[in-house]
Every structure is written in structure tokens, then in C-alpha cells.
């Protein structure tokens, strides 16, 4: 055969085989992506994959949840179904259906159940001294993993952070985020901290208080014993100067007990009348 001929059969053998190779692929008919919202919580949702084509049997099924099996889901049915009873934003995710061969590779099906973000976790307040450094941080659930930003609340203005200014860092990382603000200023980080999660369902924010003392903070209650101790040392100088002067014993005035004129003219009757006598 003519070298030519060689090289074209080759060319058409490499054109063909991606089209071959998908004309023997499985294929699988699942249901479409469910949101779920506040108003169909506790709703039952099912959901289904039929395997209609295979070129060789397949072994059996099972489901997964964002990569990891879900238990007790294994079937050897073609058509296979997964029910969430009581769905919440927790349940949301990505859903595959995987069928497995004995002579073939798996092949999936994947379903997306998707929910606007719900904050499971936050620091309602955080307290902390000038100077120290303070972690901030938000989790959540809800699918697809949000978008995390971060806001100073002041009345009804925000203000952004980011991490340009030497001080505030931002890590994201799908339903986490958290803020760290180093080198703490008593005059202006105090205050409320918004987390803020949207995905493309929706948006959910939560408020943390931030709340930064004076390095004297430590010594309050100190001070508040010494201030006790002073009171009640003025208290008693004032009251030993205020004393009464019959409460004190003068030393010129005579001990024993004074005679009273009675006493006097008592003797001198006595006395007269002997003499008349």
C-alpha cells in the first residue's frame, strides 16, 4: 500500500475513534437542578437517574453527595432514586449518580441541588484589649459555595475591608470565612462587622461586635479594691476628728468624785448643833 494511503487510513482512524468511543459511552437521563428555598423546606424532593443506554451490563449504582458516598444507596436496578425527606440548606450540594461495570469504566449523572447560604456559626462578640489581635469568622451551608465579603457597619453606611491595608486578612475558603485584624486600635476598630455570603440563590449576613478596651482594663478591678481601701481610711480620720469632747478624758479635771454643797450643809448643821449643847 502507497505510504500515502497508510497516512490517510491513520487520520481517519484517529478522526473516528472520539466518535466511536462516545457512541459506546453509557448514557444516563437524571433530573434537572432544585433550588430550595425557605417556603419548601421539610418538602420531600426525589431524585431520579435511568441508565437507558450500556453496551455492556452494568454491576450496580449508588449515590453520592459532594464526592463522598452516601450510605445504604446501593442498587443493581437501572433506574435509581434518591429522596430527601425534610430538605434543608444543609442538604444542598452536588448530587451524582454513579453506575459501576464490570469491563467498563463508571459512569455518572450529576444533579445540583442548590440553596441560598444559611450561617450555621459566627461570634456574636468578640472582646479584646488595644494592641491584641482578634479573629473574626463566619461558616455556613448552601450550594453553590458563596462569595464571602466583609463590611464595618456605621449606622446605616458600610465600609469594605480587604487586605490592603496592613492590618485587616481575609481567608475564604468555600463555606468559610474568616477575618484576622492585627495591632488592635482603641479608637477606631471598635464596632460591628458584617459577613456577608451570596451565591447565585441569594444573600445572608450576620453582625459581630467588636469591642476593644483600654491596656488598663487588666488592672480595674485592682484599682476599684484600692479605691475601697481609701474610702474607708477617710471615713474613719473623719470620724475620730469629729469625735465629742466628753468622749475625751481631760487630765487636769480631778479623778475621784466632787462634793455637792448638800454634803457642805449637811456637815455645818451637825456641827451647830453640838455646840448648843
Known amino acids: 500500500m502507497h505510504p500515502n494511503a497508510v497516512l490517510a487510513v491513520v487520520l481517519v482512524g484517529n478522526l473516528m475513534l472520539p466518535f466511536i468511543t462516545a457512541q459506546n459511552e453509557p448514557k444516563i437521563n437524571a433530573s434537572g437542578p432544585i433550588i430550595l428555598s425557605a417556603d419548601s423546606y421539610g ?5 431520579l437517574c435511568n441508565l437507558t443506554t450500556a453496551h455492556t451490563p452494568h454491576k450496580e449504582s449508588f449515590w453520592m453527595k459532594n464526592g463522598q458516598e452516601i450510605s445504604n444507596t446501593r442498587t443493581e436496578h437501572r433506574n435509581t432514586s434518591y429522596r430527601i425527606n425534610k430538605p434543608r440548606a444543609d442538604d444542598s450540594g452536588e448530587y451524582k449518580c454513579v453506575y459501576t461495570f464490570d469491563y467498563a469504566p463508571n459512569a455518572n449523572a450529576t444533579i445540583e441541588v442548590k440553596a441560598k447560604p444559611h450561617i450555621t456559626g459566627h461570634k456574636r462578640s468578640e472582646n479584646k484589649n488595644e494592641g491584641e489581635n482578634a479573629m473574626l469568622y463566619c461558616k455556613s451551608v448552601g450550594y453553590p459555595h458563596p462569595t464571602w465579603t466583609w463590611h464595618i457597619v456605621d449606622g446605616t453606611s458600610y465600609k469594605d475591608i480587604d487586605n490592603s491595608t496592613g492590618r485587616f486578612f481575609i481567608t475564604n475558603r468555600d463555606n468559610y470565612t474568616e477575618l484576622n485584624i492585627i495591632n488592635l486600635e482603641r479608637e477606631n476598630d471598635p464596632g460591628k462587622y458584617e459577613c456577608n455570603a451570596t451565591n447565585v440563590i441569594g444573600t445572608t449576613v450576620e453582625i459581630t461586635i467588636l469591642r476593644v478596651r483600654s491596656n488598663l482594663a487588666p488592672l480595674w ?30 487630765d487636769d479635771e480631778p ?3 466632787m462634793k455637792t454643797n448638800s454634803t457642805n450643809n449637811h456637815k455645818d448643821k451637825n456641827i451647830r448643833q453640838r455646840n448648843t449643847k
Request: hydrophobic share 55%; glycine share 6%; net charge negative.
Open 43 to 47: 418538602t420531600p424532593v426525589t431524585l
Open 221 to 250: 478591678p485592682f484599682l476599684g479594691v484600692l479605691a475601697e481601701i481609701i474610702i474607708l481610711v477617710v471615713i474613719i480620720v473623719v470620724y475620730e476628728k469629729r469625735k465629742r469632747p466628753d468622749d475625751i478624758i481631760d
Open 255 to 257: 479623778v475621784g468624785p
